[in-house]
Structure formats: C-alpha cells, structure tokens
C-alpha cells in the first residue's frame, strides 16, 4: 500500500452502479467527476479496467459529440474537453473521442466587438470555449478544451492557436489569471490560482516562457502557501508541465487530502487533479495519463 | 400572484417596465398596491453592532425574536445559511464577504432555537476552489467551532425548478435539491456597493445559490439574460425565507471586490427580501426605487416603500451613512445623479409631475 492508497479507496468507493462516478460518495453519476477520477486512477495505476468508465462517459455524449454536465441540461457543455481526456489511448472509444472533438472545433463562445464605452479591457472577438452554450469564451473551459485537442492530436488546428492567443490576452499585466476578465472599469482584477494553473499547463509547450514569466512567478510565489485542492492541484500540474516541479509537493499534496477531515470530501475531480498533481512529473500529458 | 390573470400579466409588464430601469416612478405611485388590494406589510430589523468581537449571536437572536420568529417555526428544521463569498482575499475579505463571526452568530441562534441542522452553502462566482474560499474568509473556524456543515451549491446535486420571476427568458432553474429541501433558506449578505448592479444585498446574494456548473463562472447564463432581471428571477423562484445583511464593516465604491471597506455599524434582518434591501438601500443613501431589481418588486416579491415596512430596533436616519458612488461607473454615476437631484428638492423626489 502507498501513502495514495486510503485516497484511491475513497475515489472507487464513488462508483455508481450503472457504471460512472459520483462527484460525492452515495451521488449521482456526473461526468466531469468520471473523467477526473478514471484519469487519476490510470495514472496510479489503480483501475485495471476503466472500460465500464469510459462506456457510461459514452451513454452521456450526445448526438452531436457533446458530453453535458446533465442529459437534461445540453447547454452546460464544459464536461466534453475532459470526456476527451479520458477516452485517450481507448481504442474501444475512438469514435466518441473524434465525436466530441469536433464538437468542440465548431463550437465557441459568443464573441462580439466592445462598444466604445466598454468597461472590460479584453479583446472580445478572440473565439476559445465558454462553460456553458451561448454564453462568452472564459479562461478555464477554453484552457481545458486546449488540454484536450493537445492530446487528441489538435494542437496544431487554427482553433487552438486562437484559444492560445485568447489566453495571452486575458493574462493579466501583473501576472497570472482569474475567470476571464483582466481589468472591470480601469482596474486590474486578482488572478486565481486555478485559473492561471490550468491557463499555464495549456500553454507549455507552445509559447516562450518570457511570454508568460510573471504568471510563472506568481505561481512559484504562491504554490508552497496553499492547499485548496483545486489551487494546488492545477499549480503543481502547470508547474511541473513547464519543468518547475517544485520540491516537497508530496507533503503539501498529503496535507490537503488530509483537510476532508474538517472541510469534508472533496469533489472527485478535486480529489483527481490533487492525485494527478502527484504522480505525473511533467504534467497532465496524455503519456502519463493513459 | 392574485385570482385575476389580467391583473398578474399587467403586473408581470410593470414589473419587466421597472427592470429596465426606466420607471421606479410608476413604481413607486403605489399601483402596486392598486393591484394587490391592499399594502404589503413587513418588518425590518436594525440592529447597531460596531464590532464583529461583540456578541452577535445575541444581536441575531434578538432581531429574530423582534421579528416574531418562533421556536415552534425552527425546532427540527434544516436551516441553510447562504453567505457571500463570490471571491476572497487573504487581506480584503472582511470587508468583501459575510464575516465568519456574522455567520458564527446565525449559526448559534438558529441552533439556540432548537434548528436539527444548520448548513452553510455557497457556489462562489469566481473560483471554484471553495477551499480556498472557506480558509481565506475565515469560515472554516466557524464550522469547527459550530458542526456546521459546509455544502458547495456549485456542485451540488440540482432539480429543475420553473422560474417564478419569469422576468428574464429563462424557463426554469436548475437549483440545488439541498436549496430545495431546506425548511429555512436565510440570505447572508454583505452590505456593498456592486459596479454592476448598484448595490449587493440579499437578493443578488441570492446569485450563489444557482450551481456554476450549471451556469458557469462567473454565473455566464444570467448576466446574459439580463443582470437586473436575473436577480429579481432568481430571487423569486429560491423564495428565501429570512435575510440577515452583515453591514458592520460594508463595502463602497468599486465593489463587490474591489471597493474599499465602509464601516456602516449595523446588522439589517427581516423576512421579506426586498423589504431587507429597500431597508438597507436607505441606510446606503440610495433610494431603492434607483434599483431596477428593487423598482420591480412590489408587485411580486414584497414592498420597497418605506410606509409599507415596520422598521424595528433603530431607526433608519440613526445608522443613515452615504455609500461612496463613483463616478466613472456608470450605475453609479446614475445613482449619483439621482442622489444630487434628490438633495437639490431637499429631499423629495420628483418624476415628471409626481413628487413624493
């Protein structure tokens, strides 16, 4: 048994019997809190079989190659980027995965030109992905969907070069970044460390690091100081994604899945990214992963 | 809702005439009344607390008891507390999110009143790390010292709820079932100023209630169906039961973040949202009939005006701190334009022909 082992158990004990993943233990099947928790287990080597996994993320894609946060509510497509992230290396789910794939090539959020009296500084005609249909392109999804169409073989497509450049535009001056705005009436909002993690891991690899220098610095600064799940988890993936793995990060990574004993469990796919962050040296690549 | 169609759909096109912010006039001519039949009646509460080191639990207690709140009603009940905690900062949260004493002291006084359960619930705008949001606000003591029980609502479990407000497009709201099946839903606010919106009160607090997996972050689906009308929506269809605004240190200018800390001294409380927020409102200095979201709620949701609200505890005028506007926002350039008007007429308003 390693030290992962108790955290592991928690994740399986969120089967759900038709085969999926709670985000809680006794929950519903949710898909985002499938993916994370079968790429987890991969990656720990603790699912000899993900296949029923992958099969019940498969029943929830629709027609069109979207996997919805609920069959019943499409419009919340954010889940299919990590859906593609989970079927990777599945010979079984190829189909699904090119499926959602160009789901998400022919889809964006809505962009428009600013007024000349707008109030926010970005440039809102630079297409990435929204969380939810018809609704502006944000940070998170958008890094998320440029995650998986890196390991989908899409890296190269002139829609993840626009998403690239969506992100660099809504880096903010001081570094780092929030949900998507970079200044609301002249002022400069504070980045998270969510956000600029997941922003900063989809970058590797494809811009110089003095394009993103103080982003990396604040994420340097701050990655030893937290341990909310979903922080540390993201900062540790984009840190070590760019060859900065910091040292330690097993103690710091212990002592947050050790704090469900007062802020009680953990979402799965919290509980994903904080294992993830542990095991895989160089990032969330589909490599490790698989 | 009245017995006559006619008069809810003349209602409902007041409603949505006020939401766009073009008529807290005809608002506040008490046509509302006209339709309803008869004068809402409701009470505030205003509580003087200088200090978050007091004992709130006994402000709470006492406004709760002022406002005929029973054993009888919370014995055995679940009770969730929605605080604001939209976004934190290790050095600006006391005065960006419902202090954790303010939330200590609910907790205790729904607990003295013999509550089964009491949970604290949010689904932040911002971040989704609700963590980082429990430690940075400081919420996570009151947990250890309360057994609260704190439930993320942005991924939470949902059912579909029809939009009561069916003000803005939306059909319905996918609402969190623990939301649902609570027996007391209480809005846990912070009194600020908000450079959207005008001002955060109980009912934009409400905006935390809806799961951002569901909407987004920041809550996407609702600013694009209209921030005014989303708020009043919102509000209708969670139907909350009691409102407590943390107003001991507010927040003004550039809120709901990034504003600066407004030591207003007060606790304001009630059962009636809008009532809550017009009360509130005036303790800012800005008339609540200036807010579309609060223009509009007459005619469903409760009353604004101030003869149709019992004010208990102190009196508006004693607590009475202008909230700084600023001018290069454009809703508070508004309201300053209406501040100034208001003063020039030495206090009275005047639309068109109406003064009041």
Known sequence: MNDWQPYVDDLLKRRTPCGGFS????GRHRPDAAAWAVLALRALGAI????PVLDRLAQGQLRDGRVPIDPDYPQAFWPTS??????????AHASNQTRAVDFLLRTSGVHYRLDKDAVVEHDTTIRGWPWIEKTHSWVEPTAMALLALECAGQAGHARAEEARRMLLNRQLESGGWNYGNTKVYCVELRPSMESTGLALHALAGHVSAKDVQKSLDYLETEVSGTRGPLWLGWSVLALSAWGRRPAGIGAWIMESLERQSVYGSYDTAWMGALLLAARCENGLHAKEAS | MTSNPFIDLLKRLMARFALRGSSGAITDMGLHRVFNGEAWQTQTFIAKADSYEQDLAAVVSSGMAQLGVTRAEVEGKTILLKPNLVETSSVKSACINTHPRVMYAAVVAFQRLGAARVLIGEGAGHRRDSMIL???????DVLKETGAAFVDLNYAEVTAVPNAGRISRLKRFMLPRVVREADWVVSMAKLKTHHWAGVT?????????VPGAYYGWPKNVLHHVGLQQ?????????????????????????????????????LVMGRNLPAVDATCSRVMGIDPVWIPYLAASPYFLGPIHEDEIEQRGERIDAVKTEFRLLEHIHVHRYLMGRRRTKTAAGGKETYGMFTY
């Open chain 1, 48 to 51: 000899p079989e993900p296949g």
């Open chain 1, 23 to 26: 985000g809680q233990p006794g």
């Open chain 2, 134 to 140: 429990l430690e940075q606000s400081g919420l996570v």
């Open chain 1, 82 to 91: 990590e859906a593609i992230l989970a079927w990777n290396g599945s010979a």
């Open chain 2, 201 to 209: 009160l109980a009912m934009k607090n409400l905006y935390g209630v």
């Open chain 2, 230 to 266: 989303s708020i009043y929506d919102v509000a209708a269809t969670v139907n909350a039961h009691f409102a407590i605004v943390d107003g001991i240190i507010g927040m003004e200018g550039d809120g709901p973040i990034l504003g600066e800390a407004k030591p207003a001294g007060v």
